[in-house]
């Protein structure tokens, strides 16, 4: 069984720092590839980063490249993002996704966290 479950999540100030985890099992972490999508109140679900370690590549979205660091800790089968220098509009819902293996544009997913709160607030 497939199970993604995300953690970290909270309330920060503007310019403040978390770190999410994604705590994985049921399929081969090592060579999967992961993603954190999330979705802001009164909006569509928006992606934020992926990582696929096999081969090295990480991908960050506009909005947060320089701020958030995608990693993984295959001994762990972990996921991470650390979130720096955080903004209101980044105040979200943030899920854990494993990418499919059949190759899709846009990227697919067909696992899923439960999903942790981030609040960006003063």
């Known amino acids: 069984e497939v199970q993604l479950v995300e953690s970290g999540g909270g309330l920060v100030q503007p310019g403040g720092s978390l770190r999410l985890s994604c705590a994985a099992s049921?399929?081969?972490?090592?060579?999967?590839?992961m993603s954190w999508v999330r979705r802001a109140p009164g909006k569509g679900l928006e992606w934020v980063s992926s990582i696929y370690s096999y081969i090295s590549n990480t991908y960050y979205a506009d909005s947060v490249k320089g701020r958030f660091t995608i990693s993984t800790d295959n001994a762990k089968n972990t996921l991470y993002l650390q979130m720096n220098s955080l903004k209101s509009e980044d105040t979200a819902v943030y899920y854990c996704?494993?990418?499919?293996?059949?190759?899709?544009?846009?990227?697919?997913?067909?696992?899923w966290g439960q999903g942790t709160q981030v609040t960006v607030s003063s």
């Open positions: 996704a494993k990418v499919t293996v059949v190759p899709a544009r846009p990227p697919a997913y067909d696992y």
């Open positions: 049921g399929f081969t972490f090592s060579s999967s590839a």
